[in-house]
C-alpha cells in the first residue's frame, strides 16, 4: 500500500534521572512526529520504528492512535540515559544500548510519498538506504543524527562524511543553528543554506530558535516568524514537532511559506507542556489567525 506520508526511524527508551527521580519514557525523532501527526488527524500515515519486544508498547501506543505501524525487529532499543543535576541546564548523557542499523530488506515493501528520515545517531541510515529509498519515495531528512557518533556511551559531534553523496538523494533537509554549521562551516543561515542546496538538496529549513527559521527552495527565500509563547516548558522534541507540521501541510499542498508557518505555530504550542505535541489544528490556525490581524 502507498502511504501519503512516512516516518523511518527509532522510538527510544529514555531515563530521565532528576535528584530524588527516575522516569521511563519513550522519546526520539519518530514517537514526537507520530504523535504530532496523530494530534492533526492525518489520515494516511505509516510509522516504521525498530523496539526491543520488551519495549513495543510504545509502538502498540501510536498503533492505538489509529495509525499503520511496521515494527522491525531488533536486539535492543536506542537507549538514551539522560542525567540532570540541580542545575537543570547541566545535562549528561549516555547511550546505554544502540538498536540494529535499517537495511533495504527491513525497508522493501515501504511506499510512501514523502518518506521523513528520523535519525538518532549516524549509523541509523547507510548510503545504500538512502539511494533505496530516494529511488521510489520524495526523502526528507533531519541532519541530527547524522552529526552524532557513539564512543563508549558517550555522544560526540561529528561532521557526516558522506554528506555530498547523500545530500543528493534527499529532497528536503533540517537543521538547527549548531547543525547547519557542523555541517557547513557557515554561521549565516543565507550562506548556509545556499551551500547545502549546492550539494543536492532541493529545500532546506533551517530552524533558528527564537529568530524564527529559514526555507531556502527553487531559487527563493522565505523568512518564517517564531510565535511568541506564553512560557516554554519543554523543548525536547520541537524540531520533530516542525517537521511533522511541516511535511504535513506540504503533503495537502500548502506552498512553502504556509507549511513553514504552520510548523512553526506547532512548535509555539509544543513548547508550552512537557511531552510530545498535544495541540489541535484549530489552535495551530488560531495562533496564525492571530498573526495575520
Known amino acids: 500500500m502507498n502511504h ?6 527509532y522510538i527510544t527508551r529514555d531515563k530521565i534521572v532528576t535528584p530524588g527521580n527516575t522516569v521511563y519514557m519513550p522519546g526520539g525523532t519518530a514517537f514526537y512526529f507520530a504523535k504530532a501527526v496523530s494530534r492533526l488527524q492525518a489520515e494516511d500515515f505509516l510509522l516504521v520504528t525498530a523496539l526491543a519486544e520488551e519495549d513495543r508498547a510504545a509502538a502498540d501506543d501510536i498503533t492505538n492512535e489509529g495509525f499503520e505501524v511496521k515494527l522491525v525487529p531488533t536486539a535492543h532499543s536506542h537507549s538514551f540515559e539522560n542525567i540532570y543535576g540541580d542545575n537543570p541546564n547541566d545535562r549528561r548523557q549516555r547511550v546505554t544500548a544502540q538498536a540494529d542499523p535499517f537495511c533495504i530488506e527491513d525497508l522493501k515493501d515501504v511506499q510512501a510519498d514523502i518518506i521523513h528520515l528520523g535519525t538518532l545517531l549516524a549509523d541509523d541510515f547507510s548510503l545504500e538506504v538512502i539511494k533505496h529509498l530516494a529511488s521510489k519515495s520524495t526523502l ?10 557513539v564512543e563508549n556511551e558517550k555522544v560526540y559531534p561529528v561532521d557526516w562524511a558522506e554528506k555530498k553523496e547523500a545530500l543528493k538523494y534527499i529532497h528536503t533537509l533540517k537543521a538547527n543553528e549548531s547543525e547547519m554549521e557542523v555541517l557547513t562551516g557557515c554561521s549565516e543561515p543565507h550562506e548556509a ?41 519543554d523543548a525536547t522534541g520541537c524540531g520533530d514537532t516542525y517537521m511533522a507540521g511541516y511535511l504535513y ?5 500548502a506552498s512553502y511559506e504556509e507549511a513553514g508557518c504552520f510548523a512553526a505555530a506547532m512548535c509555539t504550542i509544543k513548547l508550552q507542556s512537557h511531552g510530545p505535541f498535544n495541540g489541535t ?3 495551530i490556525n488560531a495562533i496564525l489567525s492571530g498573526v495575520k490581524h
Open 4 to 9: 501519503k506520508l512516512c516516518c523511518i526511524g
Open 140 to 149: 526528507a531528512a533531519d541532519v541530527q543524527g547524522f552529526l552524532r557518533k
Open 193 to 233: 543554506a545556499l551551500l547545502i542546496a549546492d550539494w543536492g538538496v532541493k529545500t532546506v529549513l533551517l530552524t533558528l530558535g527564537d529568530k524564527g527559521s529559514l526555507i531556502y527552495s527553487g531559487g527563493q527565500f522565505y523568512d518564517i516568524p517564531a510565535y511568541p509563547t506564553l512560557q516554554v516548558v
Open 249 to 253: 501541510k506540504r503533503s495537502q499542498g
Open 281 to 283: 489544528e484549530e489552535a
